[in-house]
């Protein structure tokens, strides 16, 4: 990896930064931030202006480039890369080292006095501008909305903003019309007395309007924007798919409607006008609701007075709620992931000690198995495939220059997960095709009672996430081991396959109670650097629980393991098991063989059911 | 319990709330919280103003007066007793319903247009002053301060603050000197480059200076605040306490000492202008380090620029953190705490079937036994002495209403503490002096798994308390059961029974994390109203522990019990125990038959001892 050389794009963009082209004033610091205008966490090339800028295409980091400096600040997970992608125009800034300087007290440090610090207010988000626009003020700076992204200016081969086809989900899928949830908005809307409701992230707009997209690589959304008020919907959209007929049809563009479900379409640029436009209009206690991670500029639009903010939107947490529809459509892709991994497996037994497949070949053939299964389409994030001490680097991707050979005597990794059209899909299995170490399983098996912890946990109805993240923990811990990573994350229904607002995780975040219909992971690891890394990662279910008493009528919740491929019995220690998770684990690979058996049956995959059946013997006590 | 009636009390607050004598401008509200000048937990007599002017005395609440409406707003603790003690003057504002209106809605609802709300200013903490002035503001009302405290200048009777002798405590109880106290606090001061820093919170001045009082009932601290700068101390204390030629002694006050460590001691009252006088000599760039729970009188005394604001003090911080002494003291005062109750407990067995125990009784009793002990001074709150019903409320104090006789037939609670000079206790056992009931059992049990589960945890340093609330309930969600308070609280040393930074809970708060030498409560429960109460609770000491592995070399934590009073074995459904329960119970009735039966023996209790002895019998095994 040799590093991009920017020497000539800062001399650009310090130009633009005085120029009176796109600038009202100079500006004396430019800030480059990692999002695009929609928070989103996996962003389209086009919005990849940080690495073009600077040359680290890491998913975290943020450039800060003065006439004299350029800095970047990134977190542990991409110092190396950083180091390596970077010239030596820029200065790393190591976040969560204790000497390193957050952006404001660094900007305060080497900026002029009365300086003018700009940001594309568009990919700001409104909570970071208040806190960064507070502390430049207080030192006698001013931090400035540049309506052009200064990038953007200098990027001569710039990618086309993407505007492909639009999919259409039916009733089948999604379980309830984009009418109705248009309803249930407004009455939501209506309970908190807000007149309208904005929608800025990507996978809200696909959600409610039961349309689905591919304008982000892993993620099924599309670039659009909406704004409902009581009687009117706008979405904001580019691009010639809403000529689509199957889209017409599918929004009844032209039929004759009720004038409150009749859909507006406007450009996709026009949301701040139009937004400018509806907050002209209010009168006061008139107010807007909109998230309080939306951007600066939208946010911006409606007056102070007006704002409504919370951190969860109500489409949001409607999402997170799965209705039968989609529980049964995630069902159904978890039963086909299983199959293409069945076959995956079976394959890699075969192929590893042949010294031929390498973490890239496996990846891909995990890929292939997928896509022979039906409404598959695409994966649901860069497959993690990963062998011996690449393992143990958490968010590891091969390339080429890490790609390491599977052998017979190391533990292999493999997180993946697709989009199918019913449902997404986030599976991790440790496997070793030799013999594992005594220490190897019993690493292992700590990370397996851990994630039966969660998995089999019962708990009252309103009950967060975050209270269960120590019981994935307690067996690791008694053993002075920890894994440095949350244990699970909300899991959307063909959409991104992280989504709030709930998940478990001792970082102690505004999560929403979990609720039965909501969809999480629950994935313990163990990592050992140089070594190898374990985790086990199973998409679960939140269903209600049958208990012996219920007090105060509240109600229990447990999960139900939606991911049914087997957990590989040659890595457990069967004597550090208690009896409970013995079972657990029979039970758990009774199910696999049952459900996914019969699939793999039906499917005609005679030597993945031989694998499947082989892979889900009962533990037996060898005490 | 019959209401207060408040109709000329109130007539006369309305008076003054319009007189020149003591506003500015007529307030048309007037707020009076619950707290003292040191937002301290318990309060003296002369603070009970909310008490005073509504009747009202629980714990928590606070009273708003307009000219013609009162409301006392509190929580669900409090609902049936507020309704008792309040006549129909007041409005109960039933907190956590959903209906129930926030103090600034309602004041916004019932003000006339442009009205001020008076507040004395010393009560408010700052960050509710804030909060309020800013919900009022916008609504075109102003919160003002008022200098002198309306409520006092209508009570009559108010009791005089309160002024008792001080107890000064050398190196053998405290470990360390006030004065390598200060030159550690000046050390915090200088690596956060702050000057000043303000001490406000009445354990911190008695833990900073060594020193005791008893102006506070269950609480062994005095009124007094503390300015410290980098050579200069001040105190600000009431009364001829200084005259104490052992307190003169100990606080080197007549001595020649280095000047900064000479201690200048002014009244009490002078804080306000002393602190002003402070913030006026500074330049810019030097703080004044203050909690961000003081009062807005103090906060505002400083500049917004000079303040420096933290959750936590280093002197809350490091007042949590026990050290050699301090710890070797709470061991003592633990083991004279288990002498009294295995008294009390035998008693206890010898007299309830007699009829004749009721719970005030044996709430005198237990004192009695603890008066017996060395170094006792106090109890450190209300014993909570509860029988069947009243076992149930979970903040239940007997009194001549409620009183009940302990009988064979039902459930015993007995959560109770005292304060020795060598430490805090804070203990509770739950007995059935019959025979109970299967489900009595398995609640019990249930709630003895939770508290094992807790006390025998392993996790890394670095962990939060709120991260180990879940293990305690595990066993209870298994059933459909759970119990509506946190697990565990700080515990101070010879200081206040509840403490910060730490504990053990599902409410999230900003919790330091736990480390070797923190004191905290185990106390899982279970309560059934109407029916009976259990709650099991030690207080346990943060150890290092040994650990097989060590990840990251972060090391690992477990607890202690300091608490050694026998689990009544009876109550106990060993056959819902696992092995290593089963061992925990075993173990630590060894290590309580070992320490307190010596101490037993020392003392020539030899009646108690028995009574220890067999109540220490190893669990066995009846499957």
Known sequence: MSPKITTELLKQLRQVMKSPKYVQEPVQAYIVPSGDAHQSEYIAPCDCRRAFISGFDGSAGTAIVTEQHAAMWTDGRYFLQAAHQMDNNWTLMKMGLKDTPTQEDWLVSVLPEGSKVGVDPFIIPADQWKRMSKALRSAGHDLVPVKENLID??????????????????????GVSWRDKIVALRSKMAERKVLWFVVTALDEVAWLFNLRGS???????????????????????????????????????????????????MPYGSILSELQAVAAGLSPKEKVWISDKASYALTEAIPKAYRYLTPYTPICIAKAVKNASETEGMRRAHIKDAVALCELFNWLEKEVPKGTVTEIIA???????????????ELSFATISSTGPNGAIIHYKPVPETNRTLSVN?????????????????????????????YEKECFTYVLKGH????????????????????????????????????????????????GPCGISYKTFADEPLEAGMIVSDEPGYYEDGSFGIRIENVVLVIPAETKYNFKNRGSLTFEPLTLVPIQTKMIDINLLTQKE??????????????????????????????????????ISVQ
């Open 452 to 499: 039966i912890a969660v998995s089999a946990a019962i708990f009252p109805n309103g009950t967060k996430g975050h209270l269960l993240d120590s019981f994935a923990r307690s067996a690791l811990w008694d053993c002075g081991l920890d894994y440095l990573h949350g244990t699970g994350h909300g899991v959307g229904s063909f959409l991104n396959v992280h989504e």
């Open 153 to 174: 200016t200098i990027w001569a081969d710039c990618p086309q903003r993407p505007c492909k086809p639009l999919i259409t989900l039916d009733l089948s899928y999604t």
């Open 215 to 265: 304008d982000v690589e892993y993620n099924p959304v599309f670039f659009a924007y909406a704004v409902i008020g009581m009687n009117t919907i706008r979405l904001f959209i580019d691009g010639d798919r809403m000529m689509d007929p199957a889209v017409r049809e599918h929004l009844q563009l032209d039929s004759t409607l009720e004038p409150e479900f009749k859909i507006q379409v």
């Open 582 to 619: 013995r079972n657990w684990v029979n039970d758990y690979h009774q199910k696999c063989r049952e459900v996914i058996g019969a699939e793999l049956e039906r499917q005609g995959r005679h030597e993945a059911l031989r694998w499947l059946i082989q892979e889900t013997e009962p533990l």
């Open 410 to 438: 190391e533990i292999y990794l493999l997180d993946s997960g697709a989009q199918y059209k019913d449902g997404t899909t986030d599976v991790t299995r440790t496997m070793h095709f030799g013999t594992p170490s005594a």
């Open 363 to 377: 990846a891909d053939k995990a890929e292939e198995f997928r896509s022979q299964q039906k409404d598959f389409v």
